[in-house]
């Protein structure tokens, strides 16, 4: 299983789901922040993603997050990997350094951004962001052998047939914890 699954801190309430709650919610919406740090177990912090999403006339700033562990190890910004393991950096540079050489280069291209469309397929998501002249893909790609290995064993990635829908939640605080 890919999806870790998680609540929302302090409670036992489950953070909604796109699948439950629908993508109108967050279409149209700005960016405001981003993170990738976002989630504890206690000990530490499974590295989900998270974009706070500005206010609207429905609803308050609340955060889309990806609940995947190393959740920016499993997607591309314009075909380029977001994050990578250090040991990957000779195969692609990530647009985040971590480690011994640190940089980013994705938080500038996401804050601003709105969210224009969304495509979720069996195994894939999509998101186009940017404004109507500039429109940029945010993805988890259908062919994983796209993405970085997992640095430690150099195995790919295998997205194993769950819903991605159900990956990408709306939390109030962005503080879950799994």
Same mark, same amino acid.
């Given at each position: ?51 706070? !999403?500005?206010?609207?006339?429905? *609803? ?5 997050? !990806?609940? !995947? ?33 640190v940089w980013d ?23 186009t962001l940017g ?18 290995? *997992? ?24 503080? !879950?914890?799994?």
């Open positions: 299983m890919n999806i870790t699954e998680c609540w929302e801190a302090g409670t036992k309430n489950h953070p909604e789901t796109l699948r439950e709650i629908g993508v109108d919610r967050i279409i149209g919406r700005e960016i405001i922040e981003y993170s990738g740090c976002k989630g504890t177990y206690g000990m530490g912090g499974p590295g989900f993603v998270g974009f706070r !999403l500005d206010k609207t006339a429905d *609803y308050k700033k609340e955060w889309l997050i !990806l609940t !995947l562990w190393g959740a920016t190890d499993w997607l591309l910004y314009d075909s380029r990997w977001v994050s990578a393991h250090p040991n990957q950096y000779e195969v692609q540079r990530p647009l985040i350094g971590i480690g011994d050489e280069e994705f938080t500038e291209k996401v804050i601003g951004a709105k969210i224009l469309e969304i495509d979720f397929c069996e195994n894939s998501s999509k998101l404004t109507n002249d500039d429109k940029n893909i945010l993805e988890i790609p259908e062919d994983v052998s796209l993405l970085p290995k *997992y640095g430690g064993t150099l195995q790919s990635k295998l997205w194993d047939g769950e819903d991605q829908m159900k990956a990408w939640v709306i939390s109030k605080s962005g503080n !879950l914890r799994c």
